[in-house]
């Protein structure tokens, strides 16, 4: 079976701070993928990345940043001065063998709040 | 490019009566589709998916059901709504190989009163 754990319910930061979202994962799969998804009010979720399991390099998308370690399961996302626009609930999730690798497994969500 | 199109946007509905939500996918063949409820508390509960026409595989017994008439159509049915229905509804896509990124729908709130 395979689990990813987003132990931050809700963070909340103010306008222009830096801040982390966590996800930790677990497979027993070599072969696997990892996502970040964002949910704004409207509801639509968005895709934002997708890695590999063999990929541990890091990305970074303008003020978006993804740090992927094999060494602690976990794959963190950091937005870099913060916005308004960045208030959503934001998904981590894996796709393996284990779980079927057409239905990845979603964490519950990190509700990001961004005070002006 | 494609897109995800899903209706109706907002639903109420009494309980006990029936329920039919369209998801059309435009723009690519052979997807994976899927849907997705979301009740309170943001989590997102896989309720069907298929890899193709007539292939609908279910994680959650319930009083749902799901069809695939067509390679990029997917509908979500119940004959009888009851109250833990309500949520929103997502609908999703994904290319046929495996470990894709999903594409989502902008969702159906669906409150059964």
């Known amino acids: 079976a395979q689990k990813v754990t987003q132990a931050q319910t809700e963070i909340s930061v103010v306008e222009k701070e830096d801040v982390t979202l966590d996800c930790v994962y677990e497979?027993?799969?070599?072969?696997?993928?990892l996502f970040w998804y964002k949910q704004p009010p409207s509801g639509e979720l968005v895709f934002l990345i997708r890695?590999?399991?063999?990929?541990?390099q890091n990305e970074i998308s303008g003020r978006y940043s993804w740090n992927f370690q094999k060494s602690t399961s976990s794959f963190n996302f950091t937005i870099t001065a913060s916005q308004v626009v960045d208030s959503a609930v934001y998904f981590c999730a894996l796709s393996g063998e284990a779980g079927g690798s057409y239905i990845p497994t979603f964490g519950r969500g990190t509700s990001l709040i961004v005070h002006p | 490019s494609q897109t995800i199109h899903q209706w109706p946007a907002t639903l109420v509905q009494p309980v006990g009566s029936p329920l039919s939500l369209e998801c059309t996918v435009e723009g690519t063949s052979n997807p994976n589709l899927y849907w997705y409820r979301q009740a309170a508390g943001r989590g997102l509960q896989l309720l069907f998916y298929?890899?193709?026409?007539?292939?609908i595989s279910s994680e959650v017994p319930q009083n749902l059901s799901a069809s695939r008439p067509q390679d990029r159509q997917f509908i979500l049915s119940s004959k009888k709504l009851l109250l833990s229905d309500s949520g929103f509804y997502l609908c999703a896509w994904s290319f046929r190989d495996r470990y894709n990124e999903q594409f989502f729908g902008p969702g159906t709130r669906l409150t059964v009163l």
């Open positions: 890695r590999n399991s063999f990929d541990e």
């Open positions: 497979t027993r799969d070599t072969t696997y993928y």
């Open positions: 298929s890899v193709g026409i007539g292939q």
